[in-house]
């Protein structure tokens, strides 16, 4: 009877624990679907958006300390002198405008720009941050897939070999701790299984929280992306193009500004004003009442002789904050530099661990089915048979493995050359313009003509 059942489980291993493996229907869900999903559920997204449409703001409010200032002023005074009630009213409008501050305005302009444009290359890094994100999510919930079904198989297949070991028992051909060996080993294959079932519900967790719902089928992941052809060339790409060093290059030119802005606020300013205003007296006693209108121009220029160290104090601080923005820089660039590396070289490992595995898995399905055979003559006990099933079950298990970590690695390496974008993946859906909410309030508008693009701009976005 043990004989008859083991030819029956004699077919190959690697069949029996992947049948399940392959079925998947027509409308599963790509990689690039769950990226689309990341991309339009992400609130971090949503976050930096908003923080650089408050960018834009500050650059327009720099450009209108450029532009006069306009105020209406009314007030109301009543007084009682030794039994006469006076009571008076004025209402005025008075207007001032800097007419020349020596740069000062026009700096902080071009400070509120590169801190747009810093802006903007942050908002690039947290999309590749979502992306790759989403990447890993979905590898990850397919790696647990697999995993779960190889278990699943695994178990099916050492129920049957506990089967037939027991059958063996009653008949007198193996003793009792033959049969407690494979009881032992499906156990810990269930238990195995168990693991394997949590780790997958982990992993759709993670799925939902990058894409906000639980996945579906997923189906196989595309071919990789193609690769530069050499690290050289991979470094030279990161450097120009990642988001987080050209972010660190816009606020090195911000805080070169800064220097700037600081040493201008020694000089001096000069400011014009005009005023118009009427005014009314009333005596109440007497009835008496005298309005008086008068109008005015001024011009003043102004500039700080002493300052208690505050201004020289603010000049050497922002000399401090641009060394730090410079040391920044370096240190993004070599950072980005070590995670080019570093991806380039797990493909490198991951390409090694495939092909290594591959092997084991070929001479482990030889091994298992040896040993298989060699057991139906009883020159192998039942312990054989189980470890070599073990050894073939886990060469499986680490190839799932090393194919995810093939594919994140590529998607890591796009990354880190700052190549994970929407654009550039080219998904195929409308991506946010990070410059359409700048062009609508660079000029401030004030007036519902200027406002009209702003409100096609904050209704594109779901505000107003």
Not at 55 to 75: F, G, H, K, T, Y
Request: proline share 3%; aromatic share 4%.
């Amino acid at each position: 009877m043990f004989r008859n059942t083991l030819r029956r489980l004699r077919r190959p291993i690697a069949a029996a624990l992947l049948a399940s493996a392959t079925a998947l229907p027509a409308n599963a869900e790509t990689l690039a679907d769950t990226m689309v999903a990341a991309y339009r559920h992400s609130a971090l997204l949503e976050q930096n958006r908003a923080v650089l449409r408050a960018a834009d703001e500050d650059a327009a409010a720099a450009l209108a300390q450029l532009r006069p200032i306009v105020q209406w002023l009314a007030s109301y005074t009543y007084q009682n002198i030794e039994g006469f009630d006076a009571n008076s009213a004025s209402l005025g409008l008075q207007a001032s405008m800097t007419l020349y501050d020596f740069g000062r305005n026009a700096i902080a302009i071009d400070i509120a720009k590169e801190n747009v444009l810093a802006t903007r290359a942050a908002l690039v890094g947290v999309e590749q941050d979502v992306l790759l994100g989403a990447i890993e999510a979905y590898l990850n919930v397919r790696s647990a897939t697999e995993q779960v079904e190889l278990q699943q198989n695994s178990v099916r297949v050492l129920g049957e070999e506990q089967q037939a070991a027991t059958d063996r028992f009653d008949v007198g051909e193996i003793t009792q701790t033959d049969v407690s060996q494979a009881d032992a080993a499906l156990a810990a294959s269930r238990a195995d299984l168990a693991s394997a079932q949590g780790d997958l519900e982990v992993a759709r967790e993670s799925y939902r929280a990058a894409t906000g719902k639980f996945p579906g089928k997923l189906a196989a992941p595309p071919p990789t992306p193609k690769l530069p052809a050499s690290l050289v060339s991979a470094r030279e790409i990161g450097q120009r193009t990642h988001p987080l060093i050209q972010q660190a290059k816009r606020e090195a030119a911000a805080s070169e500004l800064q220097v700037a802005a600081a040493a201008a606020e020694r000089n001096p300013s000069l400011t014009g004003g005009a005023a118009l205003q009427a005014q009314s007296n009333k005596t109440v006693n007497t009835g008496t009442s005298v309005r008086t209108d008068s109008a005015s121009v001024s011009l003043d220029m102004s500039q700080t002789i002493y300052s208690g160290g505050r201004l020289p104090a603010a000049h050497r601080r922002a000399m401090a904050s641009r060394d730090a923005t410079r040391a920044s820089l370096l240190n993004t660039a070599r950072q980005v530099d070590q995670a080019v590396g570093t991806a380039w070289a797990g493909i490198d490992v991951a390409r090694a661990q495939i092909s290594a595995i591959d092997q084991q898995i070929v001479s482990a399905r030889q091994a298992f089915d040896g040993v298989r055979e060699e057991a139906t003559l009883g020159a192998r006990t039942t312990l054989d048979v189980l470890e070599a099933e073990q050894i073939l079950l886990q060469a499986m298990a680490d190839k799932i493995t090393a194919v995810a970590n093939l594919q994140l690695a590529h998607y890591q390496l796009l990354s880190a050359m700052g190549l994970l974008t929407v654009e550039n993946l080219k998904l195929g859906i409308p991506t946010y313009d990070p410059s359409a909410y700048y062009k609508a309030v660079k000029d401030a508008p004030f007036t519902s003509r200027q406002g009209e693009s702003l409100d096609r701009v904050l209704r594109s976005i779901g505000k107003n």
